[in-house]
C-alpha cells in the first residue's frame, strides 16, 4: 500500500506507471473534483476511472477486499474516510467473490489505518486488503475517484 497527496506526487514513492497516470492533467484533484459522476477511460489506455459519490459506515459495517487482477488508487475528492489496510493477506477459499476480483474476506487483519482527506490517495496492489470508506466522526457522503490499474502494467 502507498498513501500520498495528488498535489505531492514525488513525495510518494509511486512506481512510475502510477505517478505517469495520476500525472495526468485529467487526471489531477481540480479535474478529478470538476469532472462528471461515472466512468472515464482514456482513448488507448488500459485502466480506467470511476468518479462518484459514495457513504462512509462504522467501520465493523465495512467490508474488507482484495484484488488479484486489478491494482485500486483510490482518490478522495470531497469530505474524509478513515482506509484500513493490511500488510499481508492468505486467501481462503471461503472468502467470497462478489463481483470479477472482487473478493471479500473476514479474516484479513487491518493494522494500518489512514484519514484521508481532499486530494489524498491510497494504492492498493493486487493481493492487499483493504477496507474503505470507514467513517472518521460521523458516517457522511464522500466524492471518490477510484483508479483500476491492471496488474500486468504495474510489473507484478
Same mark, same amino acid.
Given at each position: %500500500?502507498?498513501?500520498?497527496?495528488?498535489?505531492?506526487?514525488?513525495?510518494?514513492?509511486?512506481?512510475?506507471?502510477?505517478?505517469?497516470?495520476?500525472?495526468?492533467?485529467?487526471?489531477?484533484?481540480?479535474? #478529478?473534483? =470538476?469532472?462528471?459522476?461515472?466512468? /472515464?477511460?482514456?482513448?488507448?489506455?488500459?485502466? /480506467?476511472? =470511476?468518479?462518484?459519490?459514495?457513504?462512509?459506515?462504522?467501520?465493523?459495517?465495512? !467490508?474488507?477486499?482484495? !484484488?488479484?487482477?486489478?491494482?485500486?488508487?483510490? +482518490?478522495?475528492?470531497?469530505?474524509?474516510?478513515?482506509?484500513?489496510?493490511?500488510?499481508?493477506? =492468505?486467501?481462503?477459499?471461503?472468502?467470497?467473490?462478489?463481483?470479477?476480483?472482487? /473478493?471479500?474476506? =473476514?479474516?484479513?487483519?487491518?493494522?494500518?489505518? %489512514?484519514?484521508?482527506?481532499?486530494?489524498? /490517495?491510497? +494504492?492498493?496492489?493486487?493481493?492487499?486488503? !483493504?477496507?474503505?470508506?470507514?467513517?472518521?466522526?460521523?458516517? %457522511?457522503? +464522500?466524492?471518490?475517484?477510484?483508479?483500476? +490499474?491492471?496488474?500486468?502494467? #504495474?510489473?507484478?
Amino acid at each position: %500500500m502507498i498513501f500520498g497527496n495528488l498535489n505531492a506526487l514525488p513525495q510518494a514513492g509511486l512506481p512510475a506507471v502510477l505517478r505517469d497516470i495520476l500525472a495526468l492533467p485529467q487526471c489531477s484533484l481540480a479535474a #478529478l473534483q =470538476t469532472r462528471d459522476d461515472g466512468r /472515464f477511460q482514456l482513448p488507448g489506455a488500459e485502466w /480506467f476511472c =470511476t468518479v462518484g459519490p459514495s457513504n462512509t459506515q462504522r467501520r465493523e459495517d465495512r !467490508h474488507t477486499e482484495y !484484488h488479484h487482477q486489478w491494482a485500486d488508487v483510490q +482518490v478522495l475528492l470531497t469530505g474524509e474516510e478513515i482506509i484500513c489496510a493490511g500488510t499481508q493477506n =492468505t486467501p481462503l477459499a471461503t472468502d467470497e467473490e462478489r463481483k470479477p476480483d472482487l /473478493f471479500i474476506t =473476514t479474516t484479513a487483519e487491518l493494522p494500518v489505518s %489512514m484519514l484521508l482527506q481532499a486530494g489524498d /490517495f491510497a +494504492v492498493f496492489l493486487p493481493g492487499e486488503p !483493504h477496507q474503505a470508506l470507514c467513517a472518521a466522526a460521523e458516517p %457522511m457522503t +464522500v466524492r471518490k475517484a477510484v483508479f483500476k +490499474v491492471p496488474r500486468s502494467l #504495474l510489473g507484478v
